[in-house]
Each structure stands twice: as structure tokens, then as C-alpha cells.
């Protein structure tokens, strides 16, 4: 009996440490500590409750903050500081990095990327570098955090937006919105740019599976996936998004990798597809106004949609493929993740 106890008890640790652990996709992140958003209009960065979806605390920043990526374990995130305009109209390009202490809900310190103007788009590998784009000198930062210093600016060839980094960390993809009709290419082991994927209408968000089979983004004009090979850095497909009449903006895959959700602002909707089957069944829903960012669930089963637009986040159940509920958070929300 005493021997069943403390195997039994051991059992419990173990589940309760496996459902408290972070996801270990870097670049899609999940877990069950917290909600962790990034209030772009409000200049903010909140946290809530991830089951109950209230708000525990706040952290004000400079204009604009944007993107935000995760170190492994879910201590830290950095968040990059834009400035106080929009892609290709931004007057006061921020030129900082925030790093936040999630447990302690603040801001412990800052990496100045100065000379370079505008971070955005933000991935980070195994290793804990950060990969950083900067639209206003056409450049791909490599940033270490714990020296928070710059160590390399890579010629991208176009106003880098969005950056998405294989899962072998080899190569990573950046979308030129409409500035160059191609998705920029960087071999990270040279750190030179070394393909361009023709993208006539330009595009917006993009992303890598979490497993490395694929490359997707989306095109700016038309409402279009391209999917990208990345053994050969060709297209393989373009993949009509149901019920879009124009070009959508960002979209994810779950950390398990089974789905992937896309954004349309000008619909007020996103697209669930198969990530196995992208050519499959299009479930749409309706959400708020101006779809940003989408967060998953530990367990797979929710997705929660930042509707930059009108201050909330629908609430999707992707088991019943229905918005069941809707929340305030924030101004305009662009970014979120459970951690």
C-alpha cells in the first residue's frame, strides 16, 4: 500500500509538471501559467487569467509596441518597440526591444538596436538568439538578449514585416508586405539572403509548421495562401481562402501543428483549415473587428482571436468549430499567446 502511495504520488507530480511545462515549439507557444498580450493601440502589455480571461495586471511601454516571441522556458518575453506610426508611415520608428519577466509581470530591461529603426516581426531559436526585422533599413537583426547587443544586420531586399523561422533554424522566410513582389530567403548559417519566392501581390503575415514540412503566408492583394517548399524555396500551391473577397492579413498553426487559422480584417473572420489537408474543408467563423492575433490552448481545443479593432478577443472552440464567447481586453490587442 505505502509503495502504491508513493508511486501514485509521483504520478501526480509528473502530470502536474508535464501540464504546467511551456510548449516546447519556440516559435508557437502555449502553456498553462498565463495569457500574455500585446496591446499595440494601448501601449500596453497585459495579463490575464487564462481560464477565467480576467485581467491581473498591466505593464504601460512606448508607442506601438507590436510582435513578441518567448524564451524557452516562458520566463521572459521580448517584446519589439515600433514607433508611433504603421508600416510605411511611421515618423518616430521605436528602436528598443522590451524584455518582460512574466512571473513578476515587468519590465526588467531594454535592447537598444540603434542605428537600426522600426523592430517588428520577431522569432528566436534554441540557442535564445533573437531574429528581428527592421523595415525602415531592410534588415534581418540576429540580437543576443543576454548581452542585448546587435550581433549581425542581414540585407533582407525589401522592407521586411513578418519573419517566420524553420524549425531546423536554417533558414528563416520575411514578407515585404507591398513594398517587393517576393518573400525575402536568409540562410541563417551564412546569414546572407539567398532565394526570393515570387509574391506578385506582396503579402502579409507568414508562418512555418512546427515541424518544418511547410511555409505558408498570405498574399496581400488577392485572398490567396501560398505555400512554400522549403527544401527548394518554390511554390507549391496558392490556395483560395473560402468566403474572402480580398487579401487577408496574418495567420498561425497550432503548437500541435494539426491546424492552421487565418485572419481576414476586412471580413471580420477566420479560416480554419487541416494543416495536413490545406486543399480540405474551410471552416469560417465570424469574429470581432480587425483580427490580429491568435493564441491556442495547452489542450488544442480553444483559440482565442485579438480583434484589434473594437478592444475584445472571441473565444473559438475548435472541437464544436463555433465563437462561444467574447471578451473586453485592452485598446487594440495585436498579439497574444497562453504561456
Not at 95 to 112: P, W
Not at 255 to 270: C, F, I
Amino acid at each position: 500500500m505505502h509503495k502504491a502511495r508513493i508511486l501514485l504520488s509521483a504520478f501526480a507530480i509528473s502530470i502536474s509538471a508535464l501540464l504546467a511545462a511551456p510548449s516546447t515549439v519556440l516559435n508557437h507557444p502555449t502553456g498553462n501559467r498565463g495569457l500574455f498580450m500585446v496591446d499595440k493601440l494601448g501601449a500596453h502589455l497585459r495579463f490575464f487569467d487564462p481560464v477565467t480571461f480576467k485581467e491581473l495586471a498591466s505593464i504601460e511601454t512606448p508607442p506601438n509596441p507590436h510582435d513578441f516571441t518567448l524564451s524557452a522556458d516562458h520566463s521572459l518575453a521580448y517584446v519589439p518597440i515600433y514607433g508611433d506610426g504603421v508600416y510605411g508611415r511611421n515618423p518616430h520608428p521605436g528602436h528598443e526591444i522590451e524584455i518582460v519577466d512574466l512571473a513578476a509581470r515587468k519590465i526588467i530591461g531594454t535592447i537598444d538596436v540603434a542605428p537600426y529603426r522600426a523592430p517588428h516581426g520577431i522569432q528566436i531559436d534554441s540557442k535564445g538568439l533573437l531574429y528581428v526585422t527592421c523595415d525602415l533599413d531592410r534588415k534581418l537583426l540576429v540580437v543576443d538578449p543576454e548581452k542585448r547587443s546587435v550581433l549581425e544586420a542581414i540585407d533582407t531586399d525589401g522592407t521586411g514585416h513578418w519573419d517566420a523561422l524553420l524549425a531546423d533554424e536554417n533558414k528563416i522566410y520575411i514578407t515585404n508586405k507591398t513594398d517587393r513582389p517576393f518573400i525575402s530567403v536568409i540562410d541563417l548559417r551564412t546569414r546572407k539572403m539567398i532565394a526570393k519566392v515570387p509574391a506578385p501581390g506582396g503579402t502579409e503575415g507568414i508562418a512555418a509548421s512546427p515541424f518544418g514540412k511547410t511555409v505558408v503566408a498570405m498574399d496581400h492583394t488577392d485572398p490567396f495562401l501560398i505555400v512554400i517548399d522549403p527544401k527548394t524555396d518554390r511554390v507549391l500551391d496558392r490556395i483560395p481562402l473560402r468566403d474572402n473577397a480580398k487579401g487577408a492579413y496574418k495567420l498561425y498553426f497550432s503548437p500541435n501543428g494539426k491546424r492552421l487559422l487565418t485572419m481576414n480584417m476586412t471580413e471580420k473572420s477566420v479560416n480554419v483549415f487541416d494543416a495536413s489537408n490545406l486543399r480540405g474543408e474551410q471552416r469560417l467563423l465570424q469574429v470581432g473587428k480587425d483580427p490580429m492575433g491568435i493564441a491556442f490552448s495547452p489542450d488544442g481545443k480553444t483559440a482565442l482571436v485579438a480583434n484589434h479593432g473594437d478592444g475584445s478577443v472571441s473565444v473559438i472552440d475548435l472541437e464544436k468549430m463555433q465563437v462561444v464567447n467574447n471578451f473586453h481586453a485592452g485598446t487594440g490587442i495585436e498579439t497574444l499567446a497562453y504561456y
